[in-house]
């Protein structure tokens, strides 16, 4: 073990993880297969609910598979596993907060939102308030969250593949997540929601069926002995070790430490109800009953997931080591692929290692093409043209905003290159549950609400919550007690214009937002609509009448 340990190391220290060329060529044929996929769905794409909603044609167990694909972005494999490797229970907690938010999204919004709206998020929202004014704050929103998203997926991307082909410097970085985006970009253009879901039910199974032949690996290690795997990490973690398994090691340090956690966990769980990319994949389905079953089916791949990720993360901490893992280009993200490296040699880092890239790009196309839809659909056709749009223009305006965010992705990737990418999630994880949440909420089920209480709350949670991100620890000021580097978005230790000392700004966003719901409908002279409300509630809770919103 020590000999492999430092082997592993002196790879580390050299970039020099497996060999670049089988690595390539995996990647290469991961893409080439996905891409002739994508080519033989794109076929029927002929209307704007062939290319937003794959023409409603999937099932609820491949609906499902796709939600788990869509779900399982880089954060979940490679930041997890690096958490949980370096902070033990506390980076656990990710995996807690991710999966207990579905319960939330099955229960509360799934099926209601697919018998009312017809693609998008605002589809939804606008029903019963004013369509332009609500339409366009909730695709200002959904492209908010989306971008925040995108940033972990392209940080992730840059380091894994700096990991596997010896890269070195941040030009040479910038331009990996350079061809990521550009293959993300293709996959949108080409093969819409119904190629992008075919990309991500192959990733899902790849994924899934990767983590669990890595966690059966490790357990063998150790005997199938989970208590020996445990020892293993503490005796890795070096002094203090015995904190790897115990709460606190990063967020029971202080009260400060303690009220990050608190944030983190409402906006983990709150947030998912609110991710535009996951609640576009409702209306791919023919009927609420699908949609239903695509949630449970969903939950339960991603549950077994994450309880992979636990030996994983454990198992990279007791057979890499949290100082190695540290050390490798690709940091804490590093941690999944070392560990393959340690069990399988070249091989199975590559193939892993692809896996990785997969889920990437399926994550960046599944919300590329949200944002597409949400500018396309919500701004361009609504608001713009007043609902007088040609399909295939509207489709053809997608296509146009598919290359301005791959664009700007690839720019805001570059900055947030190196930045732990379950910690970025969590981010797009606040601001959907400020901005989106509240106002779904309400429109589902208070029959009060209306215009002024929607624009409030979104408007509200949305710039509280980028406000508070902007002079937060995450931009500039945080620096690492030990080498003095800083661990902000911003390099340069000597910048610090930081103000709020939380780290997520769920914890004061989230319920602001809730209340500026409030606030603002009660201001409102805006008379209520019952009869709306109860069409409206017929519709979400029965069905009735949704196919006229619901066929384009």
């Known amino acids: 073990m020590i000999t492999s340990l430092s082997s592993l190391l002196r790879a580390a220290e050299t970039e020099d993880i497996g060999n670049p060329w089988v690595n390539i060529a995996i990647f290469g044929g991961f893409v080439a297969i996905t891409l002739v996929i994508v080519f033989?769905?794109?076929?029927?794409?002929?209307?704007?609910?062939?290319?937003?909603?794959?023409?409603?044609?999937?099932?609820?167990?491949?609906?499902?598979?796709?939600?788990?694909?869509?779900?399982?972005?880089?954060?979940?494999?490679?930041?997890?596993?690096?958490?949980?490797?370096?902070?033990?229970?506390?980076?656990?907690?990710?995996?807690?907060?991710?999966?207990?938010?579905?319960?939330?999204?099955?229960?509360?919004?799934?099926?209601?939102?697919?018998?009312?709206?017809?693609?998008?998020?605002?589809?939804?929202?606008?029903?019963?308030?004013?369509?332009?004014?609500?339409?366009?704050?909730?695709?200002?929103?959904?492209?908010?969250?989306?971008?925040?998203?995108?940033?972990?997926?392209?940080?992730?991307?840059?380091?894994?593949?700096?990991?596997?082909?010896?890269?070195?410097?941040?030009?040479?970085?910038?331009?990996?997540?350079?061809?990521?985006?550009?293959?993300?970009?293709?996959?949108?253009?080409?093969?819409?929601?119904?190629?992008?879901?075919?990309?991500?039910?192959?990733?899902?199974?790849?994924?899934?069926?990767?983590?669990?032949?890595?966690?059966?690996?490790?357990?063998?290690?150790?005997?199938?002995?989970?208590?020996?795997?445990?020892?293993?990490?503490?005796?890795?973690?070096?002094?203090?070790?015995?904190?790897?398994?115990?709460?606190?090691?990063?967020?029971?340090?202080?009260?400060?430490?303690?009220?990050?956690?608190?944030?983190?966990?409402?906006?983990?769980?709150?947030?998912?109800?609110?991710?535009?990319?996951?609640?576009?994949?409702?209306?791919?389905?023919?009927?609420?009953?699908?949609?239903?079953?695509?949630?449970?089916?969903?939950?339960?791949?991603?549950?077994?997931?994450y309880l992979f990720t636990l030996v994983l993360g454990y198992g990279a901490a007791a057979l890499v080591g949290p100082e190695v893992i540290k050390a490798a280009p690709g940091g804490v993200n590093s941690a999944a692929p070392l560990l393959a490296y340690e069990l399988g040699g070249t091989i199975l880092l590559g193939l892993i290692s692809a896996v990785a890239f997969a889920t990437i790009l399926a994550v960046v196309a599944g919300l590329t093409i949200t944002a597409a839809a949400s500018f396309a659909h919500d701004i361009y056709a609504s608001v713009i043209k007043h609902g007088e749009v040609k399909p295939d223009g509207e489709v053809r305006v997608a296509r146009i905003t598919v290359v301005v965010i791959g664009i700007l992705a690839i720019i805001g990737g570059i900055f947030a290159n190196g930045q732990n990418v379950a910690f970025l999630v969590a981010l797009a994880f606040a601001v959907a549950a400020s901005a989106n949440l509240p106002t779904i909420l309400y429109s589902l089920f208070w029959k009060r609400f209306n215009t002024s209480g929607a624009l409030w709350s979104m408007y509200g949670g949305l710039i509280s919550c980028l406000v508070l991100?902007?002079?937060?620890?995450?931009?500039?000021?945080?620096?690492?007690?030990?080498?003095?580097?800083?661990?902000?978005?911003?390099?340069?230790?000597?910048?610090?214009?930081?103000?709020?000392?939380?780290?997520?700004?769920?914890?004061?966003?989230?319920?602001?937002?809730?209340?500026?719901?409030?606030?603002?409908?009660?201001?409102?002279?805006?008379?209520?609509?019952p009869e709306k409300f109860a069409e409206m509630e017929v519709r979400s809770l029965t069905g009735a009448g949704s196919e006229k919103a619901t066929v384009h």
């Open 469 to 529: 991100i902007t002079f937060s620890p995450v931009v500039s000021g945080k620096v690492d007690p030990v080498t003095g580097a800083s661990l902000s978005m911003i390099k340069n230790t000597d910048i610090d214009f930081h103000l709020i000392p939380l780290e997520n700004p769920g914890l004061i966003s989230i319920p602001l937002a809730f209340v500026l719901g409030i606030v603002g409908t009660y201001l409102s002279k805006e008379p209520p609509h």
């Open 40 to 305: 033989r769905a794109s076929r029927n794409n002929k209307t704007a609910a062939d290319y937003y909603a794959a023409g409603r044609s999937f099932t609820g167990p491949q609906n499902g598979t796709a939600i788990a694909g869509d779900y399982l972005s880089a954060a979940s494999f490679l930041g997890i596993c690096g958490a949980i490797a370096i902070n033990g229970y506390d980076g656990f907690l990710y995996s807690i907060g991710f999966l207990v938010a579905w319960l939330v999204a099955l229960l509360l919004v799934a099926e209601l939102l697919r018998n009312t709206g017809r693609f998008t998020m605002a589809d939804v929202l606008s029903f019963r308030l004013r369509q332009r004014p609500v339409r366009m704050a909730a695709a200002l929103a959904t492209l908010t969250v989306v971008f925040f998203y995108l940033l972990a997926q392209m940080a992730g991307a840059g380091g894994l593949v700096a990991l596997l082909l010896g890269v070195e410097g941040a030009a040479a970085q910038g331009l990996v997540i350079a061809v990521v985006g550009g293959l993300m970009i293709l996959y949108v253009l080409v093969g819409g929601m119904k190629g992008t879901t075919w990309v991500q039910i192959i990733k899902a199974i790849l994924l899934i069926a990767g983590a669990a032949v890595m966690t059966l690996w490790v357990l063998a290690k150790f005997g199938f002995n989970l208590s020996d795997l445990l020892q293993g990490a503490i005796d890795s973690a070096g002094e203090g070790g015995e904190s790897i398994i115990e709460p606190g090691r990063q967020y029971g340090v202080s009260a400060m430490s303690q009220l990050n956690f608190l944030s983190l966990a409402l906006a983990l769980v709150l947030g998912t109800a609110g991710l535009p990319h996951v609640l576009m994949r409702f209306y791919t389905v023919p009927t609420a009953k699908e949609a239903r079953r695509s949630v449970v089916w969903a939950i339960w791949l991603i549950g077994i997931f």
